[in-house]
């Protein structure tokens, strides 16, 4: 049965593509936020008309934004959540809590420098890591029990 | 994945087959009630005997349509409900307040003239969209991240 | 245990008292929303500062209304919503649809006129009334078992 | 029915202090983190065993921190989340997602200078406000229907 | 915590009163349907006004019964369902059925004539008892440890 | 997508062969238990060993047998729920009220001598129908919203 | 609100009393299984009637004590699972399972000698003690926010 | 629909290959743990990093193995038990505690001398087996109604 991913967080690097071609060949599908960061934010408004505040033009954006998002998650087996070096990333840390709460298997990528601000969500993880491959790694290992060659001599 | 849509409400314009007409070619399927005003009516007592009393007539025709509607709704992804000009449409509020327990994606078309006396219903939706082209851009943003051409311009 | 019931719809007529006066003596707590009209469309201004649109006026009132009204319909043992002879009563239609969602035993009253426009919502109950006394009365009936007097009689 | 209050987030200002000072006479129970900072952060290893590594001497605490705040959250029926000016407050974020997953009457609370960055947070919410004494009057209404003084004329 | 069973089925014999009254000092709540066989048929009619067919005599009762009955079964801890001499008593199993899905702890009580054709219903059962007595033995000992004088000795 | 029908119930007639003929051409898939009776009675412990006390014998085979009934129930959207002209029955009984805390469609299949005795399983059902064809019908006006011929004129 | 605690497993050495005796004070309520290993085992025929074979014994008594059992881990908050020297103690890691399942906070008690054959147990845990005292502490700090006197200054 | 079975417990005896081998030709999918012991036991640290401590060695292993096993489990129609003769195997009563609490069918599997260590554990399962052919017959008869040759004859 095809193993559901779904790639929250980080927008600003390559880290999606790393994982989905890396990934390539095991019997996984993903999903992810629309990234095209400007149509994120203008999408409520551009379908549904515009906003003159601000705050409504971005709720109108977030709210349409949530009917993918929560899809995603919702039917998602795995979860991973990806903090970058940069910006608040509370949507990344929300849709964690959201995965967290629906019992998901949840996946936490960060750089060591967030790991102490980070120490609740990495809580609610059954992994952390620091680099997309170690998230195919993982996705390897769950489908088909392959580690990494050299891995557990290395791990000894 | 295949989005599954519901589309619930008013049965007397066209607005469903604009929504599945302007979908073509997106990985969405559609379901709705029974929109033969006649049949569902009468369905009740035409399958399962005639009634004296015009309420259990009504009843065993709703019982009946029930078994479609619930299914319809609690497997969708969205759920739409469309109110239009005229007429009560407590079924389209019922079906509003079904979906939005169970946690769907509610989109809620009407027009600016029952914005007040929907509020309510409006409140529990991800999106309040007055043409049923809108509720296609939204089934496209979501799936594919594409917007209307020209909409992020005119959305600044 | 005390039956705790929510009463939903209609705020123009005094149905909600003549339950409540009814039902004294009875091991009922009653809950509502908010019946004052004018705070109910106002509350989301009045508090979180004013709006520009009014549909963004009403749309404010009506999620902090829904703190409330949510979390009555999710308490609640028995939901009686109410449907008057005026207005589209939309929310209370909603509040039906939520509450059937949620497997709570709804109780519908409303005059004979909305039979047929009501007819999915009755559906849904386990008793439609007319009257507010016959709430009264099956409240009654559930908590002790009693009919009003002559009932029986009456029935056969 | 006491209304179930779970006040998550920010703890180096005083905000919770307002809020339950305000909503006295309410019959409101109010449920938190430990704000002690000090020991939410080393709860873990003062009673499991001191840990060698910064990581899981981080973890220890969050897991235990973990057995109150689920349990905080659970049993809420309004989750309130604040975010201060400063730090990251993914641990914030986190909760709102975790609340909102659960279908809690979710209230966001921040200054202007978020709004953008928490449009995802604020989308899940039933009201968003700037000041802890906005977060007494919704409360105050929710309970008792009441506006605060003057607020309506005001809302005109 | 009270202990809260609900007393399913039968109502022919004095089998509840011989469990309440064997009960008593133990911290146990009972809850039951009306066992007034001529108000349980007539309730509907007597409240909710006459019914030409008798089906629908019928049917508007069991609703209104449903209120009772379901609310008791959905607050039970245990369900006990007894199963008398006579009659199809297939509300009965339903309860049972109704109480084995939402995972309450079953108690089934009948005379050993019915053994084999309730066998699926003794197969979702955690206990199968012959006679009242050993209800009341069994709730003394989920809620004390304490057995039967000599039962012990007697079991060896 | 395919409509998930259960029938349960009555093993003597050929009620099953009646609507799986009828429903030929329907998107329907038919689940059922098995109808084999001696298999049905002795499958525990044919499988599992034999047993000296008829008690344990009909239980091994009960259980076994739930693997298939719950699964059967719980994976359907639609149970049909026969109930013959002899026999206790009380296993079609246990799971109609199986299939109604599951919140299945329910579609109860009997004569009119039962009506009685069944009533307060008709009161949890979407539709009483007293002969397989209705059955039939109903799935296909669920599934094509198409009337039996002529029912329209004949039901007015 | 007073904090559910239930406490499993090893019934051979004083370990709840510990932790009971030690929780003096705290807003705790404890709940546990029949710890008289004697009339645990006995308690199905005891009550119900004397089985020829070893196993029916043992299984009437494991579903008496199923009663209790579960309704103690399904009310609980906490689930404390403690695992001694001997024994296999399948029905402790049974109920770990359980509970993790639930969602329950899960407290795993045991010495060092069983850490590796438990790592899936302690994986689904937020906190793995050795001492009773330990889950005392715990218990206190999510309750009181208070940590062990000098615990803080040793931690550093 | 294919019959999805979670082969969970021993792994040092090939019981899944015979159940697997036994079951071609049915309609039936198999998923299991990892069952190489050595990447098991290594995979967390092999993918994400050594650990200088056996504790959390263990314990990044079990996380990474519990997203394939909580799918595992989850995604099951049933989930088969497999006690062996020798080790602690407390992560196969965790399994069979967690398959419980989700409501799955439960098989358990193992040898007369585990009876009475097991026997709150068989207390939940549905079927206990001593020989994994055993589990082969239930799935087939199942998923066909038929049982083995002769097995009729031989149970009477």
Redesign the interface.
Known sequence: ?T?KVYLSGEIHTDWREQITEGAKGLDV?F?SP???H??SD???????G?E?????H??????????????GIE?A??VVVR?GEK?????????????????K?L?VLHGPD????????????????EEPK?VV??LR??LT????EG??A???
């Open positions: 049965m193993l599908s999903d629309v990234t095209n400007e149509a203008d999408c409520g408004v551009a379908i549904l515009a003159a505040s601000k705050y409504w971005d709720h109108k954006g977030a709210m349409v934004n949530a009917i993918r998002t929560r899809r039917g087996d795995v903090f910006y608040k990333q509370w949507n990344a840390a929300f849709d964690a809590g959201y995965a967290a709460a629906l019992g298997s996946i967030h790991q102490h601000a980070l120490k609740e969500v990495d809580a609610a993880a059954l992994a952390v890591a170690q790694e993982i290992y769950v029990g392959e580690l990494p891995a557990l290395a791990a000894e």
